[in-house]
Each structure stands twice: as C-alpha cells, then as structure tokens.
C-alpha cells in the first residue's frame, strides 16, 4: 500500500502547515482520510517500479497541494510547505451549473471547487456521485465535511479517464501512449500534460505563467523529499489544450 511510500511523519512533513490556525481547511484533511480513501482505488501509487509510485504519489499530492494551497512567496518554509491550507474555493465567480440533460443541479445547490482537486461544476459532481455512490448533484457540500469523501472525489477525477482524455494515473504508470494529434500538440507523458488534464483550457499553451510555476514547485519539493526524480516534460507552457 500507498502508507510504504508515504508514512504519517512524512504527510505531515509534505504537508507541514495544513493544520496552522490561518489555514481554513485545518484539521480536515488527516492521514488517516488519505489512506482510508485510496483503499476504494486499489492501483493508486501501487502501480510499476518504485520510482513510478513515488513520481504518481508526488504528482497527486503536488497538484491537490496547489488546488488548496495557503502559500506567498515569503511563507515561513517556503510557499510550497502550505498545501491543503483551503478546503472551498475562495470566492467563487458563479454556482458552476452548466445545462446538463444527465447531471441536472439541484435547486439552490452550488458546484464550486471544493476539496484536494477543488472537484468543480455539476458535471463533475453527478458522475463522481454515481462511482463513489453518494449523491453529491443533491448534497455538494459532502465533499467539504466528509473526509475520507473528499480524498475520495480527488482520486476518482485522477484515476478516472474522460475520453478523448486520459487519467492523470494513466499518464503517470505510462499506460497512455500518445496520438500523433498529442505529439502534434506537445503533450507528452509527464507532470506537464497532468496540469493540462485538470485545468489546460486555463493555463496551457500560453507560455510561463505562475500556476503552472506553482504546481511544478510542489511536485518538485515532493519528489526530493521522497528522493525520486521528476522525470521529463514538467510544464504544459508549449501544449495545446485538450480538446
């Protein structure tokens, strides 16, 4: 299991200042939620050499880490000691309801980014409810009260392909093979295709930008604390979105 790689002390190390009283999300997000969660995804950072799994462990944890970081450039231990600091999206622009035929909203209920990958829109919810067997369309905030739920909704978006996109699990274990329109469009296996996954339309293609600065300095303060290498094609600044 995952807990070989990642023991309590070094959560607590990756994750030094989820728990301080500026961070919203303190006490939230604990040990005991992350493993109890990744129990419901057997292959999660249990899959191919030992490297792979701490690259697929680091990478999960250096993008969750940025979706709720409490970080600024000064932060005592560096901004990238302050991952899981926010548990809801600050100040959402809307209620994130897009006209679903299949994932209908819920009167008065609202879809905004809520815990380690900030899970957004109804679209994502009314699927993610449906694999974990909770219905989230109808009780969205679940994934802000319910620990050991909230991990669980962060591992069904990464191990879950979305065609005609891969899973971030897939990328990372190399069981996905790019087409030649992905080689067209740079985006080759890597940390820098998983930011294309979870947010591309927002910040790939555009050339440097600090997002993706920022989750490429998490994944690489985790790596070197689980002694790993980061592997090739870090950032998505010269990839296409996907489509």
Request: net charge positive; hydrophobic share 30%.
């Amino acid at each position: 299991g995952i807990e070989k790689i990642i023991s309590r002390s070094m959560f607590d190390q990756m994750l030094k200042h989820r728990n301080n009283p500026a961070c919203p999300a303190k006490g939230f997000y604990t040990y005991d939620a992350f493993l109890a969660a990744a129990k419901s995804f057997p292959s999660f950072g249990t899959t191919g050499s030992t490297d792979v799994r701490k690259r697929e462990l680091a990478a999960f944890l250096g993008q969750t880490s940025h979706e709720t970081t409490g970080g600024w450039p000064s932060a005592p231990d560096g901004p990238y000691a302050w991952g899981y600091c926010f548990l809801k999206e600050r100040n959402p622009s809307s209620n994130y309801c897009a006209p679903s035929p299949r994932y209908p909203c819920a009167p008065g209920k609202s879809y905004y980014g809520r815990g380690p990958l900030q899970l957004s829109w109804n679209y994502n919810y009314g699927p993610c409810g449906e694999a974990l067997r909770v219905n989230l369309l109808g009780n969205p905030d679940l994934v802000a009260t319910d620990r050991v739920l909230s991990f669980k909704t962060a591992l069904w978006f990464w191990m879950t392909p979305q065609a005609p996109k891969p899973s971030c699990h897939d990328v990372l274990t190399g069981r996905w093979q790019p087409s030649a329109a992905d080689t067209a469009a740079g985006r080759l296996p890597g940390y820098g295709v998983l930011t294309n996954l979870l947010n591309g339309g927002l910040e790939c293609g555009k050339g440097p930008n600090p997002q993706v600065a920022d989750r490429l300095g998490f994944f690489r303060r985790y790596c070197g604390l689980l002694g790993v290498g980061t592997g090739n094609n870090l950032d998505c600044y010269n990839q296409r979105p996907f489509g």
